[in-house]
């Protein structure tokens, strides 16, 4: 667990978590989601002492669900946010359930190996956030590290500038910072399917891998799901946001929602690269077998010039392969010359005839 009191004066982080508020800004609870779940009576108790309200139990379970996708909900005292960040898959930045005893093997490019995702529950009061995270979460850590790195403000103001001013505030720049993963993301997924539309479109590769590309497809598709229910999510967040009157609130406000527009907007940048993706491999396969439709309909009208060449030399030698004893030149010593010349300027001629109409061409031509 680590705690963290934030103000316009710093942000400090403290060896415990506090009894009481304290006396400016807010107080940020990160916790891993073993500690909620071997000690839940203790943190319900401590929010109790602290917001005067502890959590729902439903939202209690939310929070330990490590498969439950992006969603939003909301009390009269608090709102919950859960939200899918991206993790490596098969590393302690992943989810914090034990692995099955027999994994599935993922197929696939390796970059797509990687997609797996965990949830990060927020619980959001007004001077309080408490969140809860998978073991090992980079988030975590990535967002404690700029807030200790601003903790001096009396020597570096301008590092003060940038801490948050309220627990959703906080909440949004987490989000943010895990969007911002996902668009890291798309570089190598590019590079991946680049490499397999290469190889669908070689002319002289033969593609066997359906089943990794399938998978492929599947894990793009889930990656579309898990980006459109962020996006519904903090949505849903901003709708249930309530219109202040105080004209200070209604700024606060307005940067609120500026933050969360923002972490939308990055979502939607997720799923377009992803659906383009989508599109082009749909594409690319389309363009493959295009490509193998032409490859065959050259090879069979080469074969049927071939036959049709040979069909009038097949009917010489059939003909001179008669058993009659009254056929010309069959008894004359340059019988066989005189018919292999013939057999020669049909062949000849029926070659010229089929290059003048082009039968002979390669359509790539």
């Known amino acids: 667990m680590r705690a963290f009191t934030i103000a316009h004066s710093g942000a400090r982080e403290l060896g415990a978590c506090p009894s009481a508020l304290p006396d400016t800004g807010f107080l940020w609870l990160a916790l891993e989601r073993s500690e909620l779940e071997t000690d839940t009576t203790t943190w319900q108790q401590r929010l109790q002492d602290l917001c005067g309200v502890g959590l729902v139990d439903l939202h209690v379970s939310d929070l330990l669900n490590a498969q439950l996708p992006s969603r939003y909900d909301y009390t009269d005292s608090y709102d919950l946010l859960v939200f899918r960040r991206l ?3 098969g590393t302690a930045n992943g989810s914090d359930t034990p692995p099955p005893p027999e994994p599935t093997r993922r ?9 797996d995702t965990s949830p990060v529950g927020f619980v959001l009061f007004d001077r309080v956030l408490l969140s809860v995270h998978p073991s090992g979460c980079g988030v975590l850590v990535q ?8 903790g001096a403000a009396d020597h570096r103001p301008a ?12 909440m949004l720049r987490l989000t943010s910072v895990m969007v911002d993963a996902y668009l890291d993301l798309r570089r190598d997924l590019t ?15 033969r593609f066997n891998q359906w089943d990794r590309l399938l998978q492929a497809r599947m894990a793009l598709h889930q990656l579309d799901e898990i980006c459109e229910d962020q996006r519904t999510a903090i949505q849903g967040w901003m709708n249930g946001l309530e219109l202040p009157t105080d004209k200070a609130a209604k700024r606060e406000q307005e940067l609120l929602k500026l933050r969360g527009r923002d972490v939308i907007e990055h979502i939607e940048r997720v799923v377009h690269h992803v659906r383009r993706l989508e599109h082009n491999a749909e594409t690319t396969v389309q363009m493959h077998f295009s490509v193998q439709g032409n490859r065959t309909n050259d090879i069979m009208r080469t074969l ?6 040979f069909l009038p030399l097949n009917l010489i030698t059939g003909i001179f392969g008669m058993n009659f004893d009254s056929i010309p030149l069959l008894h004359s010593q340059r019988g066989f010359w005189w018919a292999m010349a013939a057999m020669g300027v049909v062949a000849v001629g029926l070659v010229l005839v089929f290059w003048r109409k082009r039968y002979l061409e390669r359509s790539g031509r």
Do not use: F, K, N, Y
């Open 143 to 150: 967002q404690a590290t700029r807030l200790l790195a601003a």
């Open 159 to 170: 590092l003060a500038r940038t801490l948050p001013d309220h627990p959703a505030e906080l």
């Open 304 to 309: 049927t010039v071939l036959t049709a060449i």
């Open 87 to 89: 993790a490596a898959a």
């Open 191 to 205: 590079r991946q399917l680049d490499h397999w539309q290469t190889e669908l479109l070689h002319p002289r590769t």
């Open 107 to 115: 197929s696939g490019p390796p970059v797509l190996r990687r997609i």
